[in-house]
Nanobody
Framework: QVQLVESGGGLVQAGGSLRLSCAAS????????MAWIRQAPGKEREFVAA????????YYAHSAQGRFTISRDNAKNTVYLQMNTLKPDDTAVYYC????????????????WGQGTQVTVSS
C-alpha cells in the first residue's frame, strides 16, 4: 500500500503562484508514475499533469501547459506541482495520485490517491 499526503494549497489572488507537494509513504519503491488531478465544486475530476518515475517524461492537460510544472524528488518520495499565473478557474481540490505499473502517461488510471489540498484563486 501507498499513502499520499498533499500540502501547499491555500488562497491566492489571480496571477499568483502556489507550489503543491505530495509526500508518499509505504511501498514507495514500487511507485512508477505519479500525477495531479483536480476537482472543482460541482464538476468531475480533471487530469492536470503526470510524470514518469525518472522524471524524464511529463504530460500536461491543455489548461496546465505553460503555467504548471510537475516534478519529483524520488530521494524524498515527493512530487511537486508548481502553479504560476493562477486563474479563478484553477480553484479546486488538488489530488495527488500514484500507480505501480508504468503506463503511457496519457493513461489516466491510478491506484492510490491522497486526500487532496484546496486551492482557491480569487479574482
Amino acid at each position: 500500500q501507498v499513502q499520499l499526503v498533499e500540502s501547499g494549497g491555500g488562497l491566492v489572488q489571480a496571477g499568483g503562484s502556489l507550489r503543491l507537494s505530495c509526500a508518499a509513504s509505504g511501498r514507495t519503491l514500487r511507485i512508477s508514475d505519479m500525477a495531479w488531478i483536480r476537482q472543482a465544486p460541482g464538476k468531475e475530476r480533471e487530469f492536470v499533469a503526470a510524470i514518469s518515475w525518472s522524471g524524464a517524461t511529463t504530460y500536461y492537460a491543455h489548461s496546465a501547459q505553460g503555467r504548471f510544472t510537475i516534478s519529483r524528488d524520488n530521494a524524498k518520495n515527493t512530487v511537486y506541482l508548481q502553479m504560476n499565473t493562477l486563474k479563478p478557474d484553477d480553484t479546486a481540490v488538488y489530488y495527488c495520485a500514484a500507480r505501480f505499473l508504468p503506463l503511457p502517461l496519457t493513461e489516466l488510471r491510478y491506484d492510490y490517491w491522497g486526500q487532496g489540498t484546496q486551492v482557491t484563486v480569487s479574482s
